[in-house]
């Protein structure tokens, strides 16, 4: 039987965004014990922070310094501006394989749509929707769906369908995916053929690294059949090389997770 990877990619890396203003908004509603998070716009236009700048740098360097047979060829990123500025940065350093190259922009690696739980802190839906933070506490969040939101479970659907997208045209190529926290963990849910309880385990155990660094390799065994097999997970290296701040920050401009 000819080897062959099944159209998966030969590698992929799955990079959470750099810290975002978002990000450093979000901590401070909690430290006050505000309801709502203090940014005046929307959840796709927030961007990095300085520090998220400087995170994106360090991740950008450390790709550039693998071997260009080891370097990702090209870089896919969700549309929301954090992520699109972290994939633009890591470019600009020199990851990519064939040089400076443009970013893919694929609306279906956004973050997680919060309904009307955006810009709220986990003190503000309790506040002001009860019954709603109720019955997310009976559902649990892998199912819950806020109003005019998406659950954890609509995100792997969407998901489900880029994957496809990066078999059918990036087949045998190494592939670098820009998105967010939630979006990391629901993407190592289907390639890892997780179950519920195992990936809110693993989502428990520590937030996703702002530009933390996942990567999976597609190599076929010997019987020619191909499994995803993760050879890093939340990934901060790159950070401490560089002298920049770990940062893990609950992602978007909404207190829940």
């Given at each position: 039987m000819a080897r062959t990877r099944q159209n998966w990619p030969e590698r992929?890396?799955?990079?959470?965004?750099?810290?975002?203003?978002?990000?450093?908004?979000?901590?401070?509603?909690?430290?006050?014990?505000?309801?709502?998070?203090?940014?005046?716009?929307?959840?796709?236009?927030?961007?990095l922070s300085d520090l998220g700048r400087e995170q994106a740098?360090?991740?950008g360097r450390w790709f550039a310094s693998l071997s260009r047979g080891e370097r990702p060829e090209l870089i896919l990123s969700s549309s929301y501006v954090r992520a699109k500025e972290t994939a633009e940065i890591i470019c600009r350093e020199g990851a990519l394989a064939g040089g400076p190259g443009h970013t893919i922009v694929d609306e279906r690696l956004r973050?997680?749509?919060?309904?009307?739980?955006?810009?709220?802190?986990?003190?503000g839906i309790r506040h002001r929707f009860p019954e709603e933070a109720a019955h997310r506490r009976r559902l649990g969040k892998f199912y819950h769906r806020p109003p005019g939101g998406e659950s954890w479970a609509d995100v792997i659907l969407r998901l489900r369908s880029m994957l496809n997208t990066i078999n059918l045209h990036?087949?045998?190529r190494r592939v670098m995916i820009v998105c967010h926290q939630v979006v990391v963990?629901?993407?190592r849910y289907i390639l890892d053929e997780l179950d519920e309880a195992q990936?809110?385990?693993?989502?428990?155990?520590?937030?996703?690294?702002?530009?933390?660094?996942?990567?999976?390799?597609?190599d076929p065994d010997a019987k020619g059949l191909c499994v995803p097999e993760l050879g890093r997970w939340n990934y901060g290296v790159p950070l401490e090389a560089e002298g920049a701040p770990k940062t893990s920050a609950r992602d978007a401009v909404t207190g829940t997770r």
């Open positions: 992929l890396w799955l990079v959470r965004h750099g810290q975002s203003q978002g990000n450093v908004a979000r901590d401070a509603a909690d430290e006050a014990g505000a309801h709502e998070i203090d940014i005046d716009m929307r959840d796709v236009d927030v961007p740098r360090a991740a973050e997680r749509e919060f309904g009307i739980f955006d810009r709220l802190t986990t003190a990036y087949c045998d963990l629901c993407f990936i809110l385990a693993i989502d428990k155990q520590s937030e996703v690294l702002n530009c933390g660094i996942a990567e999976y390799r597609f």
